[in-house]
């Protein structure tokens, strides 16, 4: 339960015991004021349940309306979070992703894909599993292979595995490339009391944080490849350009052999060159 279901249980059943001794006093009959002070206590339950449930979609709707305010930025998918302060939507079509935090005050920012950097599930503060920008890190891939393979880069990325058995909160973290807001995060659970992971209150936030971090996954590869792309179509016109002429451009020449490193580890990564083309490169690169 969070803070305000669990304040609200603990009142209930105070307020429940006070009535049947207050019911007792006045009846003179345990029983009778048993039953009575059981259908009131429902009554009330009910009535506490039902008002919650109007705050949460009241919550949700201000929210989402904050959400439809926001122009040039067509829904395609959107999420708030367990404590109804924070809302994440996509916008597939223009290919921007959308941020409302309404913690101190309501703060709007959209983004395009390319400013998203990692996304991160943790739970309990500890990370689960993150997915990384790689050419946003280019100089740690190339400082990986040059001390020892790739191996040692991608352990570097890796996220610590989270051994508890017992959960309170699972937290999506969402890093972005904006000096004012650079994290943003996303509750998907939030307990006082720690739940077990065959909990089906754990199990279906897992799921939903799983489904919000994939598909955040899958917009820092678009935006990577589409960065990877965009450099290996530079590198191809530099090189074409430079085995045309005697002289290289300025362009070229002002290009430093650290830059030309990472394009060309980016190109390893990527697939589109052997380690084989990787090492000759380098080494002509290196040999200038």
């Given at each position: 339960?969070?803070?305000?279901?669990?304040?609200?249980?603990?009142?209930?059943?105070?307020?429940s015991?006070?009535?049947?001794?207050?019911?007792?006093?006045?009846?003179?009959?345990?029983?009778?004021?048993?039953?009575?002070?059981?259908?009131?206590?429902?009554?009330?339950?009910?009535?506490?349940?039902?008002?919650?449930?109007?705050?949460?979609?009241?919550?949700?709707?201000?929210?989402?309306?904050?959400?439809?305010?926001?122009?040039?930025?067509?829904?395609?998918?959107?999420?708030?979070?367990?404590?109804?302060?924070?809302?994440?939507?996509?916008?597939?079509?223009?290919?921007?992703?959308?941020?409302?935090?309404?913690?101190?005050?309501?703060?709007?920012?959209?983004?395009?894909?390319?400013?998203?950097?990692?996304?991160?599930?943790?739970?309990?503060?500890?990370?689960?599993?993150t997915?990384?920008?790689?050419?946003?890190?280019?100089?740690?891939?190339l400082?990986?292979?040059?001390?020892?393979?790739?191996?040692?880069?991608?352990?570097?990325?890796?996220?610590?595995?989270?051994?508890?058995?017992?959960?309170?909160?699972?937290?999506?973290?969402?890093?972005?490339?904006?000096?004012?807001?650079?994290?943003?995060?996303?509750?998907?659970?939030?307990?006082?009391?720690?739940?077990?992971?065959?909990?089906?209150?754990?199990?279906?936030?897992?799921?939903?944080?799983?489904?919000?971090?994939?598909?955040?996954?899958?917009?820092?590869?678009?935006?990577?490849?589409?960065?990877?792309?965009t450099?290996?179509?530079?590198?191809?016109?530099?090189?074409?350009?430079?085995?045309?002429?005697e002289?290289?451009?300025?362009?070229?020449?002002?290009t430093?052999?650290?830059?030309?490193?990472?394009?060309?580890?980016?190109?390893?990564?990527?697939?589109?060159?052997?380690?084989?083309?990787?090492?000759?490169?380098?080494?002509?690169?290196?040999?200038?």
């Amino acid at each position: 339960m969070s803070d305000t279901d669990d304040k609200t249980f603990l009142l209930g059943c105070m307020g429940s015991i006070a009535l049947f001794i207050l019911l007792w006093m006045i009846t003179g009959n345990p029983i009778l004021a048993f039953f009575i002070g059981l259908g009131t206590s429902g009554v009330t339950l009910w009535y506490a349940k039902r008002k919650k449930t109007e705050q949460n979609y009241n919550a949700d709707k201000q929210l989402y309306d904050y959400l439809h305010d926001v122009k040039d930025f067509k829904v395609s998918d959107y999420h708030i979070s367990k404590d109804k302060k924070s809302l994440i939507a996509v916008d597939e079509s223009s290919q921007k992703v959308c941020f409302i935090d309404n913690n101190h005050g309501v703060a709007k920012r959209v983004y395009s894909y390319k400013d998203l950097i990692t996304s991160e599930i943790a739970e309990d503060g500890e990370a689960v599993t993150t997915t990384s920008r790689t050419s946003q890190l280019g100089g740690i891939i190339l400082g990986g292979m040059v001390a020892g393979g790739a191996g040692a880069a991608v352990g570097a990325l890796s996220a610590n595995k989270s051994t508890k058995s017992e959960i309170k909160a699972i937290t999506l973290q969402i890093t972005v490339n904006d000096t004012r807001n650079p994290v943003y995060y996303i509750k998907f659970l939030y307990v006082v009391e720690a739940i077990r992971k065959n909990n089906p209150e754990y199990q279906y936030a897992i799921k939903q944080a799983n489904h919000w971090h994939g598909l955040i996954s899958v917009l820092i590869r678009r935006a990577d490849a589409d960065t990877q792309e965009t450099k290996q179509q530079e590198l191809v016109s530099a090189v074409a350009s430079n085995t045309s002429r005697e002289e290289p451009p300025a362009s070229i020449a002002s290009t430093s052999v650290a830059d030309e490193l990472v394009k060309l580890a980016d190109l390893l990564k990527q697939g589109l060159i052997t380690s084989e083309e990787f090492s000759e490169m380098m080494k002509k690169l290196i040999s200038q």
